[in-house]
């Protein structure tokens, strides 16, 4: 099992970015897939999840609402995190992570991860 994040970087604040988690080794839609992301000196936390494509349900954190989406395409074997307007308190390492069969956004739930990607965003 294998996931890698890529797209992060510096940006303004009001700007978007696209998040990608390619993953490989396993049937990403036996499997839910979350966006989680820790800033220095707090705790990881839950951003977007989307659950295994039998449940299909999404959860986004009351912070992102209306500004954050995720989404998958199972034949590209990626999950995606739209990122618009975007603020400096979103400035994280922005992970994902995948869980079978799974349902939830907690990080307590969640077996594999990636390696993270930093997000900057500032004037």
């Known amino acids: 099992v294998q996931l890698v994040e890529s797209g992060g970087g510096l940006v303004q604040p009001g700007s978007s970015l696209r998040l990608s988690c390619a993953t490989s080794g396993f049937t990403l839609g036996h499997y839910a897939i979350g966006w989680f992301r820790q800033a220095p000196g707090k705790e990881r936390e839950g951003v977007a999840c989307?659950?295994?494509?039998?449940?299909?349900?999404?959860y986004l954190a009351d912070s992102v609402k209306g500004r954050f989406t995720i989404s998958r395409d199972n034949a590209k074997n990626t999950v995606y995190l739209q990122m618009n307007n975007l603020k400096p308190e979103d400035t994280a390492v922005y992970y994902c992570?995948?869980?079978?069969?799974?349902?939830?956004?907690?990080?307590?739930?969640?077996?594999?991860w990636g390696q993270g990607t930093q997000v900057t965003v500032s004037s």
């Open positions: 992570a995948g869980e079978v069969l799974g349902r939830s956004c907690d990080v307590d739930d969640y077996d594999y």
């Open positions: 989307i659950s295994h494509s039998s449940y299909g349900k999404t």
